[in-house]
T-cell receptor, first 116, second 114 residues
């Protein structure tokens, strides 16, 4: 069973730039959620994708956007980077059954983004 | 906001049981209690979850009080590798949209000492 993978591991950008982070979900999972974790805080939910559509969103501005592909992998895009966007970005995959029930979420190792 | 309250930090001696408490006094009838842990600079790792009965797996045991207002995660024989931040989360038992996602608090930093 292949676990959740994320790329890149680390990234440094400057304020105003755009960034794309990538996530491959665990085998058999069809749902991907993205979280932002600032230093010393717990992860904060950004949004979730299911069947290539956004399926729930946390309190993040529209410059945070995403995609999910037919193979269930996903991208997180952040435009007009701000200093406060510096954080660990985590993706988690899970399986949403047709009944509507979820299994638990499995997290990737994260991408550490630094905005200068 | 997180619906749980946990101590900021705890210490445990290696080989002893680690008992991590969590208060969730406003839990709803359809909400489960989930535990995750996060070892430094890694992604959170699922440990266990339960609704109202006590649960046990190869990693830990989860004891939920009868009124479901609090729970305890038990690591029966803590090792140095169990040093991590432990998050207690309540979550609706799985439906679409943001209901299915995890709301993390700051968790409990468990330090296992030799």
């Amino acid at each position: 069973e292949t676990g959740v993978t994320q790329s890149p591991t680390h990234l440094i950008k400057t304020r105003g730039q755009q960034v794309t982070l990538r996530c491959s979900s665990q085998s058999g999972h069809n749902t991907v959620s993205w979280y932002q974790q600032a230093l010393g805080q717990g992860p904060q939910f950004i949004f979730q994708y299911y069947r290539e559509e956004e399926n729930g969103r946390g309190n993040f501005p529209p410059r945070f956007s995403g995609l999910q592909f037919p193979n269930y992998s996903s991208e997180l895009n952040v435009n007009a980077l701000e200093l406060d966007d510096s954080a660990l970005y985590l993706c988690a995959s899970s399986r949403l059954a047709t009944s509507g029930s979820y299994n638990e979420q499995f997290f990737g190792p994260g991408t550490r983004l630094t905005v200068l | 906001d997180a619906k749980t309250t946990q101590p900021t930090s705890m210490d445990c001696a290696e080989g002893r049981a680690a008992n991590l408490p969590c208060n969730h006094s406003t839990i709803s009838g359809n909400e489960y209690v989930y535990w995750y842990r996060q070892i430094h600079s890694q992604g959170p790792q699922y440990i266990i979850h339960g609704l109202k009965n006590n649960e046990t797996n190869e990693m830990a045991s989860l004891i939920i009080t009868e009124d479901r207002k609090s729970s305890t995660l038990i690591l029966p024989h803590a090792t140095l590798r169990d040093t991590a931040v432990y998050y207690c989360i309540v979550r609706v038992g799985g439906y679409g949209g943001s209901q299915g996602n995890l709301i993390f608090g700051k968790g409990t930093k468990l330090s296992v000492k030799p």
